[in-house]
């Protein structure tokens, strides 16, 4: 019996009915080959990982074969994209060969992207290319050790087909798990279409497998929002306090889980700046790295919006005060620690409040100041910090405000260091370094992405023997260019 078919495939999804997905067999992948696959991943799924690596696996996830026990679909969904609705999205490469209960309880979406032309598929192709995969597979993996909530990566396949993108690449494959695919953009769907049924079972769905406690609410379709308010306002704290930015927050792209999700052109901030663009299609600036946290919100209203007629009533209010608590609660604890600092005290956010703007002014790297501050001593003056010299004398008083706050809770010096390290991570997911693995693989090595995986396992950790990956990236590197060719 195939490795896979030992699973406990238990397909919640597509119970639901027709109404929701298209029935889809994946269009196979020609001579598909693994590129990679991670062992940590596998785990999540009582894989072994050997397994990943046999003729058999590849077969499967390629499309040659459909597992005994899966049930195959590509869902149907709408959403808001840079503004606009637009009424008809839904997988248009993407396949749920199925859901799986681990040993842990826990039920896993396995969810092949690059699978071919569904009926959603519009103008696109139906698939994927390699470069667009690293970067979603570097991304889930770098995203989860630091402690950002975000849907997983099993594999990357390669396969003979050529697709046409702005030059013509090999068509590639991506095997992404996640708790949930149901986007804010699942909802918007089925209340555009004026179809109020299909959109209870949808929120009952939620309330059913991810959301359990709520069950049993007075109001369970309110505290289903306001949940998911709370969710999302913890993960883009948490974007906000590493730096990341997302680059395509469409409805389509919101879990209801609050994970990040549907890698695109995101991007680390490099040197702090909090206009950063890092999606080159953005012209406007939609998603910029600092309206992130209001665009979390634009796309709860629209959410909100899809779920009124199951609702007590207008909500707006409630949605923001979730979302806001939330959000500070998790930003404010995050740029503490980042800090060093254990207790909260009234002044906090403006002693951060008159950092940043210096680190912006000298588009000072975000990452690497931090770190570097891990290092600093209450007998240090403003030449400790990460800042050019000629440039020093303008942190003198942030300085001194600092040390006096660190007075204030009798912070040990040694103690600090070790408690910032675990908050400020040494390695970041560098676009420039993305760059360079993804050259490498679309050359036949994929030697440097695993080598990437690893580093960006333990971010957290010195690794003296990757320095080099804890970089400023060199000059080539700070002016690349994502778009949202994928
Ligand atoms: P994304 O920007 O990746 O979130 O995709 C937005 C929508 O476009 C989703 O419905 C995708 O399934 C669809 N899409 C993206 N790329 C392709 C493609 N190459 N072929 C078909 N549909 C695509
Ligand atoms: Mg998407």
């Given at each position: 019996?195939?490795?896979?078919?030992?699973?406990?495939?238990?397909?919640?999804?597509?119970?639901?009915?027709?109404?929701?997905?298209?029935?889809?067999?994946?269009?196979?992948?020609?001579?598909?080959r693994?590129?990679?696959?991670?062992?940590e991943?596998?785990?999540?799924?009582?894989?072994?990982?050997?397994?990943?690596n046999?003729?058999?696996?590849?077969?499967i996830?390629?499309?040659?074969?459909?597992?005994?026990?899966a049930?195959?679909l590509?869902?149907?969904y709408?959403?808001?994209?840079?503004?606009?609705y637009?009424?008809?999205?839904?997988?248009?490469r993407?396949?749920?060969?199925?859901?799986?209960r681990?040993?842990?309880?826990?039920?896993?979406?396995?969810?092949?992207?690059?699978?071919?032309k569904?009926?959603?598929?519009r103008f696109?192709?139906?698939?994927a290319?390699?470069?667009?995969?690293?970067?979603?597979?570097?991304?889930s993996e770098?995203?989860?050790?630091?402690?950002?909530p975000t849907?997983?990566a099993?594999?990357?396949?390669?396969?003979?087909?050529?697709?046409?993108?702005?030059?013509l690449?090999?068509?590639?494959?991506?095997?992404?798990?996640?708790?949930?695919h149901?986007?804010?953009?699942?909802?918007?769907?089925f209340?555009?279409?004026n179809?109020p049924?299909?959109?209870?079972?949808?929120?009952?769905?939620?309330?059913?497998?991810?959301?359990?406690?709520l069950?049993?609410?007075?109001q369970?379709y309110?505290a289903?929002l306001?949940?998911?308010?709370a969710?999302?306002?913890?993960?883009?704290?948490?974007?906000?306090?590493?730096?990341?930015?997302?680059?395509v927050?469409n409805?389509?792209?919101m879990?209801?889980?609050?994970?990040?999700?549907d890698y695109?052109?995101?991007?680390?901030?490099?040197?702090?700046?909090?206009?950063?663009?890092?999606?080159?299609?953005?012209?406007?600036?939609r998603y910029?790295f600092?309206?992130?946290p209001?665009?979390g919100?634009?796309n709860?209203?629209?959410?909100?919006?899809?779920?009124?007629?199951l609702?007590?009533g207008?909500?707006?209010?409630?949605v923001?005060?979730a979302?806001?608590?939330?959000?500070?609660?998790?930003?404010?604890?995050?740029m503490?620690?980042?800090?060093g600092?254990k207790?909260?005290?009234?002044?906090?956010?403006?002693l951060?409040?008159?950092?940043?703007?210096?680190?912006?002014?000298h588009v000072?790297?975000?990452?690497?100041f931090?770190r570097?501050?891990?290092?600093?001593?209450?007998?240090?003056?403003?030449?400790a910090?990460y800042?050019?010299?000629?440039?020093?004398a303008?942190f003198r008083?942030?300085v001194?405000t600092?040390?006096t706050?660190?007075a204030q809770e009798?912070?040990?010096?040694?103690?600090?260091?070790?408690?910032?390290?675990?908050?400020?991570?040494k390695?970041?997911?560098?676009?420039?370094?993305?760059?360079?693995?993804?050259e490498k693989?679309?050359?036949?090595?994929?030697s440097?992405?695993?080598k990437?995986?690893e580093?960006?396992?333990?971010?957290?950790d010195?690794?003296?023997e990757?320095?080099?990956?804890?970089?400023e990236p060199?000059?080539?590197?700070?002016?690349?260019?994502?778009?949202?060719?994928?």
């Open positions: 019996m195939s490795m896979i078919n030992s699973l406990s495939f238990e397909n919640r999804f597509a119970d639901l009915g027709e109404s929701f997905f298209a029935p889809m067999q994946a269009r196979p992948l020609p001579n598909a693994l590129v990679t696959f991670s062992r991943a596998a785990k999540l799924l009582d894989l072994d990982p050997a397994w990943l046999t003729q058999e696996a590849v077969q996830f390629a499309g040659h074969q459909v597992p005994d026990k049930s195959p590509s869902m149907v709408a959403g808001h994209q840079f503004g606009g637009s009424a008809q999205l839904g997988d248009g993407g396949i749920l060969l199925g859901q799986v681990n040993q842990k309880g826990e039920l896993w979406d396995i969810h092949t992207k690059g699978s071919g569904t009926p959603f598929s696109g192709d139906g698939r290319v390699l470069r667009s995969c690293i970067r979603e597979y570097l991304a770098a995203l989860y050790h630091l402690g950002i849907t997983r099993l594999l990357i396949l390669e396969s003979s087909e050529p697709v046409q993108r702005e030059k690449e090999n068509a590639a494959l991506l095997v992404r798990l996640a708790k949930s149901v986007r804010f953009g699942s909802f918007e769907y209340a555009h279409t179809q049924e299909e959109l209870k079972k949808l929120a009952d769905y939620c309330l059913e497998v991810h959301f359990p406690d069950k049993e609410a007075e369970p309110d289903l306001l949940r998911i308010a969710e999302t306002g913890s993960m883009i704290a948490r974007w906000q306090a590493f730096g990341f930015a997302h680059g927050m409805t389509d792209n879990s209801v889980l609050g994970e990040t999700f695109g052109p995101y991007g680390f901030m490099e040197g702090f700046n909090p206009d950063y663009i890092c999606n080159h299609s953005d012209e406007w600036g910029a600092n309206q992130q209001s665009i919100f634009w709860l209203r629209a959410l909100a919006y899809a779920l009124k007629d609702l007590s207008e909500m707006t209010e409630q923001l005060e979302y806001q608590t939330r959000f500070f609660e998790e930003y404010d604890r995050l503490n620690k980042k800090l600092l207790v909260m005290m009234e002044g906090d956010r403006q951060m409040g008159d950092l940043l703007p210096l680190l912006q002014k000072i790297d975000y990452s690497i931090f570097k501050l891990c290092e600093f001593t209450q007998s240090d003056d403003e030449s910090l800042v050019k010299p000629e440039h020093q303008e008083d942030w001194e600092y040390k706050r660190l009798n912070s040990v010096d040694e103690d600090r260091s070790a408690e910032m390290k675990a908050a400020n991570p390695y970041i997911l560098r676009n420039y370094l993305a760059q360079q693995a993804i693989a679309e050359a036949g090595d994929a440097e992405v695993e990437l995986i580093i960006l396992s333990n971010p957290y010195e690794q003296p990757h320095e080099a990956y804890a970089a060199p000059e080539w590197g700070k002016k690349l260019e994502i778009s949202c060719s994928s």
